[in-house]
T-cell receptor
Framework: GAGVSQTPSNKVTEKGKYVELRCDPI?????LYWYRQSLGQGPEFLIY????????DSGLPNDRFFAVRPEGSVSTLKIQRTERGDSAVYLC?????????????FGPGTRLTVL | AQTVTQSQPEMSVQEAETVTLSCTYD???????LFWYKQPPSRQMILVIR??????QNATENRFSVNFQKAAKSFSLKISDSQLGDTAMYFC????????????FGKGTRLSVIA
C-alpha cells in the first residue's frame, strides 16, 4: 500500500514568510510524528499526535512552530516568520497504534530552505 | 535525557565484505528499544533492524545483525556481504518503553560500499 507522503518535496521561502508543510500518513495509522533534520545531524523530535490531539509537543523550538491534525489523518506543520535557522529537512512518520514497539514509518521529508 | 552517540562519521567497505557500525547510548531506563535506520539519498528513513532491551538474543534480519551489550550500553550493526545498495546514512535510535515516545537519533554514519 501507499507509504507516508509529504508535500512539497522542496520549499524555498524568504525570511519572515509563513510556510505550511503537509504529511499524509499511512491509512489507519493513529500515531503521527514530526521530526526536523538539520544538515549533518540526525532527526530531532518536534511533536507527536495520537489521533487528533497533540500528545507531546515538547520538541517544538518556539511559538513560531505549530502543527495540526484536525481529522486524525493528514497533518500540517506551520511555521510563522521563518528564519534562516529553520532551514532543514522536515520528516513525518506514522505508526499504527498506541504501542511502544510499533515501527515508525517515515516519509521522504520536505526540504525547507529559508533565504 | 537519553543520548545516542555514533562515533564514526564515515565508513567504507568493499562490496561483498563485512562492516560494523558502532553506536553507544546513555539512559537511566531499564526497558527500552533500539533501532538502526537507513537513509539513502532519497531521504526516506527505512527501518533496518530493531532490538528490545529485555531480550538477550541479538536481533538479525537477513544480512543485518546487531551486537547488543546492555551493560556497556552498546548497540553495533553488522552488515554482511555488503551490496552497493547498502550505500546510505545509517542512524542508531533509542526509544523509551511505556507509551508512545519519540525516537532519539544519533548523528549518523555515512557508509559507502565500493565496487
Amino acid at each position: 500500500g501507499a507509504g507516508v507522503s509529504q508535500t512539497p518535496s522542496n520549499k524555498v521561502t524568504e525570511k519572515g514568510k509563513y510556510v505550511e508543510l503537509r504529511c499524509d500518513p499511512i491509512s489507519g495509522h493513529t500515531a503521527l510524528y514530526w521530526y526536523r533534520q538539520s544538515l549533518g545531524q540526525g532527526p530531532e523530535f518536534l511533536i507527536y499526535f495520537q489521533g487528533t490531539g497533540a500528545a507531546d509537543d515538547s520538541g517544538l523550538p518556539n511559538d513560531r512552530f505549530f502543527a495540526v491534525r484536525p481529522e486524525g489523518s493528514v497533518s500540517t506543520l506551520k511555521i510563522q516568520r521563518t528564519e534562516r535557522g529553520d532551514s532543514a529537512v522536515y520528516l513525518c512518520a506514522s505508526s499504527p497504534r498506541v504501542a511502544p514497539t510499533d515501527t515508525q514509518y517515515f516519509g521522504p521529508g520536505t526540504r525547507l530552505t529559508v533565504l | 535525557a537519553q543520548t545516542v552517540t555514533q562515533s564514526q562519521p564515515e565508513m567504507s567497505v568493499q562490496e561483498a565484505e563485512t562492516v560494523t557500525l558502532s553506536c553507544t547510548y546513555d539512559t537511566s531506563e531499564s526497558n527500552y528499544y533500539l533501532f538502526w535506520y537507513k537513509q539513502p539519498p532519497s531521504r526516506q528513513m527505512i527501518l533496518v533492524i530493531r532490538q528490545e532491551a529485555y531480550k538477550q538474543q541479538n536481533a538479525t534480519e537477513n544480512r543485518f545483525s546487531v551486537n547488543f551489550q546492555k551493560a556497556a550500553k552498546s548497540f553495533s550493526l553488522k552488515i554482511s556481504d555488503s551490496q552497493l545498495g547498502d550505500t546510505a546514512m545509517y542512524f542508531c535510535a533509542f526509544m523509551k518503553h511505556g507509551g508512545n515516545t519519540p525516537l532519539v537519533f544519533g548523528k549518523g554514519t555515512r557508509l559507502s560500499v565500493i565496487a
